[in-house]
């Protein structure tokens, strides 16, 4: 690795017109977002960063593990367990959750994976997806409602026309998509789009244990996807959550996983735990949406690319 080489772009691209105006845009969306959650009535709780516990995520990723006096804690990928053990005395939660993931190197093609990113991770006792979804459309509309009046030089800098979208956002199912457009329906209907719209029912085997399955098909999760239209793929995943302990148990095992890997959560599912909903949306994700930027990286001053050297 040449030193000065890594130091230059490095420089270039934490000085350059671009990421400054990103970073600002960035943090005028967590001031709104925030905002918005308080005026919901959530309470912020802070966020977890190691932990024997955290989610097994969907598809491969690297994963460092800590070893501390004899006790193995994993980097949060997400905190969705901890989520649903909150919820349960705080009743409605936020929080900016740093994640680990460190994914493999291809990732970095779709121009927007980081391996460390943040998310408003978010939870509910006693809600419905359909009431997630109906707050997450007022949020989205009242964000970028703002950011265009607030950051409106910025914007125009960028060249970035935001457009407000229309409520209710479309909601398409999981198996309906994939039928029309097969199984790259995402991108396809991402490219296809004007405005953000919802996959929702998604298929068992597609998702990680802890969303809930629907009453009236036991193959089909009561969860759902944010998807960004005009190419810009996945802004948000959430669901209503599995919180009886059998059920918990026998979709582990359908997974293939330990019960020992989520030894603490099912201690906790033991002691009782109350329906709640939620979903996590990506904060670069979504400020690289709202800047209308090609690549993730020009979000954030150090950007965490798979594969690649990183500062
Ligand atoms: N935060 C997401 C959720 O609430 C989970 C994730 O990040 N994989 O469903």
Not at 198 to 226: A, C, G, N
Request: net charge negative.
């Amino acid at each position: 690795m040449e030193v000065e080489k890594v130091l230059d772009a490095k420089m270039d691209h934490v000085k350059s017109e671009k990421v400054i105006s990103a970073v600002k845009i960035g943090s005028d969306i967590r001031y709104y977002l925030s905002g918005f959650m308080r005026k919901q009535g959530y309470v912020e709780v802070p966020p977890v960063i190691i932990s024997p516990l955290t989610d097994p995520l969907n598809h491969p990723v690297f994963d460092p593990v800590i070893d501390y006096y004899g006790e193995k804690y994993s980097l949060t990928k997400s905190m969705i367990f901890h989520k649903q053990i909150m919820v349960q005395s705080f009743g409605s939660i936020f929080t900016f959750s740093p994640n680990i993931r460190m994914e493999e190197a291809e990732r970095s093609s779709t121009g927007r994976h980081l391996s460390e990113f943040t998310q408003l991770d978010v939870e509910k006792r006693g809600a419905s997806r359909d009431e997630i979804m109906s707050m997450v459309e007022e949020m989205i509309t009242g964000l970028f409602d703002y950011i265009k009046h607030e950051d409106t030089e910025l914007l125009s800098r960028l060249g970035r026309d935001l457009h407000i979208p229309g409520k209710p956002f479309e909601r398409i199912k999981y198996l309906d998509a994939e039928r029309q457009y097969g199984k790259n329906f995402e991108s396809i209907l991402s490219k296809k789009k004007t405005e953000p719209f919802w996959i929702i029912d998604i298929p068992l085997h597609q998702r990680e244990f802890y969303d809930r399955e629907s009453d009236i098909d036991s193959e089909i999760l009561v969860d759902m996807d944010l998807v960004y239209p005009e190419g810009f793929g996945e802004a948000i995943s959430g669901g209503e959550r599995e919180y009886k302990l059998e059920k918990i148990k026998e979709r582990i095992h359908k997974k293939g996983q330990t019960e020992d890997q989520f030894r603490w959560f099912i201690e906790f599912a033991k002691r009782g735990l109350e329906p709640s909903a939620g979903f996590g949306i990506g904060i670069e994700r979504l400020t690289r949406y709202v800047c209308g930027f090609k690549r993730i990286e020009d979000t954030h001053p150090f950007p965490k690319v798979p594969g690649e050297f990183s500062l």
